[in-house]
């Protein structure tokens, strides 16, 4: 289902200063060969959204295509960029074990979905609850298989590490690019929680 | 400190005003700099981050170490900035004898958990030395 209606101002959150209406319903994004790379983007209110990941192993890198448009204006939440960026990213899950002749293994198609559903529900959830945009992050890869989520912006510098163990916890550092002001923890990815992402826009 | 003799070859203690060389792979590079993965403890079962002391070697020969070199970029970690960093413990540990490696008195590890922290902390302390055209 895609239906896409435009929300009337007055019904907009307080909190949430969109600068347009957003549609809202359940929503999908596809990859170029017509495969659903996430589906229930349900953005019916700004309490209960979810995004769900169905087909996984059908995903390949070169079927992303950024220029995908999904029925919301993912303009407004940010959803384009992380696509775009997740895309120019996806070139890694075509690295096979010992790519580096180090001994590194290759990266699975579930940590990077993984990172980056993180990415969508942290865009989402921060624009809808207090209607900032999240900063663009860089994909990259991590050590043993884990992925990078590295952050730069002028008074902040933040990198989550997503681990290939679903079960285990994302461990982040971040400060002011200079060693001060440092905020550093354990993230648990299927818990929203946007205070990063305040102090990354503080 | 004594030095522990470990082949032809003397363990030796590493000033803080040294260098050390690491290779970064070209998939590690980001338009050229090194992405916050380039940092980890590599050879896993080592558990250190594999680097050469400039005592005893030269970026080029650091380079010339990799399985395909034209892959691989070369930064210096100074080491006293390593040392700065929570939990890097620099320790001069050479090559000699070890099969199917080649002899390498210049080979150090970095040992310490290679953590968000870390990593971001060792972005801000490299400097490039043998740069590889066209990464992305």
């Known amino acids: 289902m895609s239906t896409t209606l435009a929300r009337p101002a007055s019904s907009k959150p307080k909190d949430c200063q969109l600068p347009i209406s957003y549609g809202y319903g359940s929503h999908a994004i596809k990859t170029r060969s017509g495969a659903e790379l996430f589906t229930d983007v349900d953005l019916g209110t700004r309490d209960d959204y979810s995004v769900e990941v169905e087909g996984i192993s059908s995903i390949t890198s070169a079927t992303i295509d950024p220029s995908v448009s999904p029925t919301f204006p993912n303009r407004v939440l940010g959803i384009a960029d992380i696509i775009k960026e997740s895309a120019a990213s996806a070139g890694m899950l075509s690295l096979e074990d010992n790519w580096d002749g180090e001994g590194s293994p290759a990266y699975s198609v579930g940590t990077f979905i993984r990172a980056t559903l993180y990415l969508l529900q942290s865009a989402i959830g921060f624009r809808l609850t207090y209607g900032m945009a999240m900063p663009n992050p860089k994909i990259r890869k991590g050590p043993e298989g884990s992925i990078d989520l590295h952050w730069r912006t002028l008074t902040r510098e933040l990198l989550i590490n997503i681990p290939t163990d679903s079960g285990e916890l994302a461990d982040y550092y971040g400060d002011d690019g200079a060693d001060g002001n440092p905020v550093r923890g354990s993230l648990d990815l299927n818990t929203p929680d946007y205070r990063l992402m305040l102090w990354l826009t503080s | ?136």
């Not at chain 2, 590690?28 to 992405?35: E, Q």
């Not at chain 2, 922290?117 to 740069?131: A, G, S």
């Open chain 2, 1 to 136: 400190m004594a030095n522990i003799v470990d082949g032809p070859w003397p363990r030796e203690d590493i000033p803080d005003l040294h260098h050390l060389y690491m290779r970064v792979h070209k998939l590690d590079l980001d338009a050229g700099i090194p992405a916050p993965g380039a940092f980890r403890n590599r050879p896993k079962k080592t558990g250190g981050m594999s680097t050469d002391w400039s005592k005893y070697a030269t970026p080029e020969k650091t380079q010339a170490r990799a399985r395909i070199p034209q892959d691989n970029a070369v930064i210096a970690l100074n080491v006293g900035q390593v040392r700065s960093i929570q939990g890097q413990i620099v320790k001069h540990s050479l090559i000699f004898n070890y099969p199917s490696i080649p002899n390498n008195q210049a080979h150090t590890d970095v040992f310490g958990p290679k953590n968000a922290e870390t990593r971001l902390k060792y972005l801000r302390i490299y400097r490039m030395v043998v740069n590889l055209p066209n990464t992305r």
